[in-house]
């Protein structure tokens, strides 16, 4: 019956670490969708087939996807680290585990969408277009470090709620075998 119980245990576990990434993956999915949609893109000009900004607007624009995709990728890893942690409250190391595999899956995948659904390279398009044509630049993440806003704030929230609120076990789950206080040798040590 004990073989029973830990296959049992393990598949629960196997189930829980797949539900979390897959959740995580799809959420950033979603995410890269928002950023794409709340993005504006840039507005560059050919001139014998290089890009030109057209006005100071238009290259803000330029780093306004960095900060959308920090501040998208920060909002949508706290949410899931937050519903992981509240429904995995048993499984602690587990749970860190498929989140840190999670939260980076995400990052790349938020990135992929995001960018597939954006513009095309406007290098591309320069090389073919006529003088004075208008083009969309290209949203993009400038650095590395905007992609570890979703392990570190899915790390920073996971944390918060192991640390705050830990989960309760009971003695069989701690492997307490000890018997109850009432049942306990309450008798006087012994001088000596």
């Known amino acids: 019956m004990r073989d029973e119980d830990a296959s049992r245990e393990l598949r629960r576990s196997i189930l829980l670490t797949i539900a979390v990434v897959l959740t995580y993956v799809v959420v950033g999915a979603l995410a890269g969708v928002v950023w794409e949609r709340l993005w504006s893109p840039p507005t560059q000009v050919v001139q014998q087939h290089q890009l030109y900004y057209t ?19 920060a909002v949508a890893s706290a949410l899931v680290a937050l519903a992981a942690a509240l429904l995995t409250r048993r499984r602690e190391l587990l749970t860190l585990g498929a989140v840190i595999v999670g939260s980076l899956a995400a990052a790349y995948t938020m990135h992929a969408v995001g960018v597939s659904l954006g513009p095309a390279d406007p290098e591309k398009l320069a090389a073919v277009a006529a003088d004075g044509t208008r083009v969309s630049g290209q949203l993009v993440v400038n650095g590395k470090t905007p992609y570890l806003v979703w392990p570190m704030v899915s790390l920073f929230v996971l944390s918060l709620v192991f640390f705050a609120a830990p989960a309760t076990r009971s003695r069989r789950e701690r492997g307490d075998t000890s018997t109850e206080p009432s049942e306990a040798d309450v ?3 012994s001088a000596g």
């Open 55 to 73: 006005d100071y607007a238009s290259l803000r624009r330029v780093f306004s996807g960095t900060g959308l995709y920090a501040l998208v990728s």
């Open 187 to 189: 008798s006087e040590p």
